[in-house]
């Protein structure tokens, strides 16, 4: 049996690679992770009972400091990787991840769904490169050594296991008869981010307290949470801990949102989404808005448009192909250790 280590570099990648990490060690496989202690990520580990060794926070968002804490933790992994006797690295998008690899010696995989990230890194250290076929079938990667396509989203990695839950509303003290919507904030702290999309949402929150539903947000961090506190009352309240996003999206009847994994999530699970990102956009965002309720929103005037009304609920999808595909080719992969690249 191979062993795999698995580095969680933001909250996002918990919800990713926690079916990966039950599927491998289904198959025999020993996992050990790694998390960086950021945006709640080792809070929702330990709500799923999964272990981990937090090596790294938040670099905070000048580019220096990226830069400077990109390296420092790399250095720490390459430290705590010896020793420990892996066949394969996993990450999705984890720059330190893919650093700390090449330093030990050890093959990784790193995947990423945007093709607007900086790549140069990745395509320098990583091994294999796992990306969306979309972005291969669109001339984004294909060519590039290092990259495979896989099909559909990312997110339909865990999508396939996801099973509603009736009483989640319940759970959070969320009565069933309101319309719910979940915000979330722009991600100011990516260096992807544009500072139009703070005003944007400010005029979101003056939109959803206008109207007569429950609105849920689901900050980013601590501090943030602490800026939003002063604008909480009963009908806009702030979550205060990490909880399943999956059963979150899908309990809502509308999500709006300045981040990209949550709106694809809600998308694919049949919520109407809003995406108030202002950078770049996704290739994969462009297509969603085609085949779902997937909307842009662009200036602080389109927020008027955002229609809060109640959702019907339909069937989610239960199709787990991509979830074995992955680690049919992870465990191919461990095996080739030594193999030249």
């Given amino acids: 049996m191979s062993a795999f280590w698995i580095d969680i570099d933001n909250l996002p990648h918990v919800t990713i690679f926690e079916p990966v990490i039950h599927e491998l060690r289904r198959r025999g496989h020993r996992v050990e992770l790694s998390a960086r202690d950021v945006a709640y990520s080792v809070e929702r580990l330990e709500d799923l009972g999964l272990s981990c060794a937090v090596i790294g926070r938040a670099f905070g968002k000048a580019g220096w400091r990226k830069v400077a804490g990109t390296l420092a933790r790399a250095l720490r992994l390459r430290l705590w990787l010896r020793g420990r006797g892996f066949d394969l690295g996993l990450s999705h998008g984890s720059r330190s991840a893919v650093l700390a690899s ?56 865990y999508l396939g296991g996801f099973r509603p839950d009736p009483a989640f509303r319940g759970s959070l003290g969320l009565p069933e008869e309101r319309v719910l919507a979940v915000l979330r904030p722009p991600a100011r702290q990516a260096h992807y981010h544009n500072p139009r999309a703070e005003g944007i949402f400010r005029a979101v929150i003056q939109h959803l307290k206008a109207s007569s539903c429950l609105t849920l947000v689901a900050p980013r961090n601590p501090e943030e949470r602490e800026e939003l506190a002063p604008l909480a009352d009963e009908d806009f309240r702030l979550l205060d801990r990490p909880v399943d996003g999956l059963q979150l999206v899908y309990a809502a009847d509308l999500v709006i949102s300045g981040g990209g994994t949550m709106n694809r999530e809600a998308a694919l699970l049949g919520t109407p989404v809003w995406s108030i990102f202002q950078g770049r956009r996704a290739l994969l965002d462009e297509e969603l808005a085609v085949t779902r309720p997937f909307h842009f929103v662009e200036s602080v005037e ?40």
């Fill in 102 to 157: 090449a330093l030990a010696g050890l093959p990784c995989v790193t995947m990423y769904d945007y093709e607007h990230v900086s790549t140069g890194l990745q395509e320098r250290f990583a091994n294999h490169i796992l990306v969306p076929g979309l972005l291969m079938e669109r001339g984004i990667f294909s060519g590039r050594p290092r990259y495979e396509g896989y099909p559909g989203y990312k997110e339909e990695i």
């Fill in 302 to 341: 389109a927020v008027q448009q955002i229609r809060v009304e109640a959702r019907e609920r339909g069937a989610p999808p239960l199709d787990g192909s991509l979830l074995h595909a992955l680690c049919d080719r992870f465990e191919q992969l461990a095996l080739r250790r030594g193999e030249p690249v």
